[in-house]
Structures are given as structure tokens and as C-alpha cells.
């Protein structure tokens, strides 16, 4: 019969890194009083560590964000040139 995985909730998680990085004890030692895997705390410390630290690798709300602020920019550029456009239609106009 297969082994039914545990599910720990955000909050648990995010408990047992803050003890990890407060404490400074082993990972294993702290797994051991939780109840823990030693691993699964132990992927746990390592993604809030890039997810404070980077890898280097933009996050789904960073590509999210870089779209949305691509899409404006082009939006920005026309509206510009479409200003650029009228003041030089005004300044012949006025000049004539």
C-alpha cells in the first residue's frame, strides 16, 4: 500500500524556516523536533532562500510586471509620437 504524503500548510512552512534561520541548529535537528522530513525542510529552506536571495531568474510576477510595463511603453511611444506629430501640424500652421 503506498505511503500517504503529509501536507503541511504555508503558515507550518514558513514557521520552520524562520526557526532554521533564527536558531542557526541543523536542519536535521530542527526536522526531527517538528516531525519533518529532513529533505522536505530542507527544500523548504533552500526555495525561500532563492526566493529572497534570486537565482538570477525572474519570478512569474516579474514576467507578469516586465509584460505590463512592455505594454505600456509601446503604448507611451505612439501616444508621444502622436504629440511629436501635431506640434510640428501647429507650428506650420502658425508659421504660415
Known amino acids: 500500500m503506498p505511503e500517504k504524503r503529509k501536507k503541511y500548510d504555508r503558515a507550518f512552512r514558513e514557521g520552520a524556516v524562520r526557526i532554521v534561520h533564527e536558531t542557526g541548529k541543523p536542519i ?3 526536522a526531527r523536533e517538528l516531525g519533518v522530513n529532513e529533505g522536505t525542510l530542507g527544500n523548504w529552506v533552500t526555495r525561500d532562500r ?5 537565482r538570477g531568474e525572474l ?7 516586465l509584460k505590463r510595463l512592455r505594454s505600456e511603453n509601446a503604448e507611451l511611444r505612439m501616444e508621444r509620437d502622436v ?7 501647429w507650428v506650420k500652421e502658425a508659421t504660415k
Not at 519570478?59 to 510586471?65: A, F
Request: glycine share 4%; aromatic share 0%.
Open 28 to 30: 536535521a535537528a530542527i
Open 50 to 54: 532563492e526566493a529572497r536571495e534570486g
Open 59 to 65: 519570478t512569474r510576477d516579474d514576467m507578469d510586471e
Open 83 to 89: 504629440l511629436k506629430r501635431s506640434v510640428v501640424l
